[in-house]
C-alpha cells in the first residue's frame, strides 16, 4: 500500500483595525526606522556597563571559549524579559509590593553582570514600589504618584536593556536580523 498525505488547512483570524488605528500605522510606516549602531568595545559601552564586573565573569570562561558566560548573559536576558512581563502586569493591577521585590530581584542579577543603567533604574524601581522616593531615603505617601514613576523607569529601564542586550548578542557572535 501506497503512503498517504493528508494536509490540514488552518484559517487565520480575521483582524478588524480601525479607520484611526489603520491611519497611524501607515503613517508610522512612512516614518523611517531609527537605526542605532551598535557599539563593538566593551569600552563604548562604559556609560551602561561596568567593565571590571564584566570582566570578573568572563575570566570564569575557558580559554577561547566564552560559553560559561555567554551562558549566564542569556539567562539573564530570559529572566529580564519575564520580570520585565511580570513588572507591566503588577502596574496595571497597582501592586507596589510586588513592584518592588521584582525591581530588588532584577537589580541583583543585572548588578552581577555589571549592567549599570539597568540595575540603577530597578533600585528605583524597589524604592518607587516601597513607596520612597528614587534614593529609597524619603517616604512617598502618594500611590499613584509612585506608581507614576514606575511606569517612567520601566520604559526607560526596557530602553537601556535593549541596548546592553544587542550589544552582549553582537559581542557573542550573534547576528541580528535586522
Known amino acids: 500500500m501506497a503512503p498517504t498525505t493528508t494536509t490540514k488547512t488552518v484559517e487565520e483570524p480575521v483582524r478588524v483595525v480601525s479607520p484611526e488605528a489603520n491611519a497611524k500605522a501607515e503613517a508610522d510606516l512612512s516614518k523611517p526606522k531609527e537605526t542605532k549602531k551598535i557599539p563593538s568595545t566593551l569600552a563604548e ?10 570582566e570578573q565573569i568572563l575570566e570564569m570562561d575557558d580559554e577561547g571559549d566564552n560559553e560559561f558566560s555567554k551562558g549566564i548573559v542569556y539567562g539573564f536576558f530570559d529572566q529580564a524579559e519575564t520580570t520585565f512581563e511580570k513588572m507591566e502586569k503588577c502596574l496595571k493591577e497597582e501592586d507596589l509590593s510586588e513592584l518592588s ?39 512617598e505617601p ?16 526596557k530602553e537601556d536593556y535593549k ?16
Open 45 to 54: 559601552m562604559s556609560e551602561s556597563i561596568d567593565q571590571t564586573t564584566f
Open 101 to 139: 521585590s521584582l525591581g530588588h530581584y532584577l537589580k541583583g542579577s543585572s548588578a552581577t553582570l555589571g549592567l549599570t543603567k539597568v540595575k540603577d533604574a530597578c533600585e528605583k524601581i524597589q524604592h518607587f514600589g516601597a513607596g520612597k522616593d528614587e534614593t529609597g531615603s524619603t517616604d
Open 163 to 178: 541596548e546592553v542586550e544587542a550589544f552582549l548578542r553582537k559581542y557573542y557572535g550573534e547576528t541580528t536580523s535586522s
Open 142 to 157: 502618594d500611590k499613584k504618584t509612585s506608581l507614576s514613576r514606575i511606569e517612567k523607569t520601566l520604559k526607560q529601564v
